[in-house]
T-cell receptor, first 115, second 111 residues
Framework: SAVISQKPSRDICQRGTSLTIQCQVDSQVTMMFWYRQQPGQSLTLIATANQGSEATYESGFVIDKFPISRPNLTFSTLTVSNMSPEDSSIYLC????????????FGPGTRLTVT | QKEVEQDPGPLSVPEGAIVSLNCTYSNSAFQYFMWYRQYSRKGPELLMYTYSSGNKEDGRFTAQVDKSSKYISLFIRDSQPSDSATYLCAMRSQGAQKLVFGQGTRLTINP
């Protein structure tokens, strides 16, 4: 399975500011995904990022709020813009294994608190 | 109604017990079924995946899928304190990249 790292691991931010989260994979992957996990809740997909194309956002998530970059096959960033306390959450990136079941492997997550 | 329903627990059992974790789903198009384990303050870790109906065993873990009932299970035999974590089921349709997750069941194994 791929080894995935995320930076920062945690941050405390003031409302109205923006935070960019980085996701690095140790191998080239086609699909990368960004999820949000709110306290005590399950994982909700924010968007799917393919290298060289615009990210595909799920219902309820917009590019202006969560811009994503995917400059190459091993790296992606998610920016949480104009933050409010409701954005306090764990943000996780994952990658597609490329196997038959397209199982996904996850990074350790970024714990964001907005004050 | 959520596409995937999972009892959030918490579930607490003594060490050595057999644990049964379950999810139900409503979308008959789901073909791939996965179980993830998430320790506190960590990302989800893939435990097992199965395709369509049937059983799959891996050490102390057994995954079962009953597509006729839209019901999947994960059994843990000889449970250990190190199995204490949140267990999430996830599933997807053929040809779709999107995984749909259950809420997760918080499990504690007491020594």
């Amino acid at each position: 399975s791929a080894v995935i790292s995320q930076k920062p691991s945690r941050d405390i931010c003031q409302r109205g500011t923006s935070l960019t989260i980085q996701c690095q994979v140790d191998s080239q992957v086609t699909m990368m995904f960004w999820y949000r996990q709110q306290p005590g809740q399950s994982l909700t997909l924010i968007a799917t990022a393919n290298q060289g194309s615009e990210a595909t956002y799920e219902s309820g998530f917009v590019i202006d709020k969560f811009p994503i970059s995917r400059p190459n096959l091993t790296f992606s960033t998610l920016t949480v813009s104009n933050m409010s306390p409701e954005d306090s959450s764990i943000y996780l990136c994952s990658v597609d294994s490329g196997g038959g079941a397209y199982e996904q492997y996850f990074g350790p997550g970024t714990r964001l608190t907005v004050t | 109604q959520k596409e995937v329903e999972q009892d959030p627990g918490p579930l607490s059992v003594p060490e050595g017990a057999i644990v049964s974790l379950n999810c139900t789903y409503s979308n008959s198009a789901f073909q791939y079924f996965m179980w993830y384990r998430q320790y506190s303050r960590k990302g989800p870790e893939l435990l097992m995946y199965t395709y369509s109906s049937g059983n799959k065993e891996d050490g102390r873990f057994t995954a079962q899928v009953d597509k006729s009932s839209k019901y999947i299970s994960l059994f843990i035999r000889d449970s250990q304190p190190s199995d204490s974590a949140t267990y999430l089921c996830a599933m997807r349709s053929q040809g779709a990249q999107k995984l749909v997750f259950g809420q997760g069941t918080r499990l504690t194994i007491n020594p």
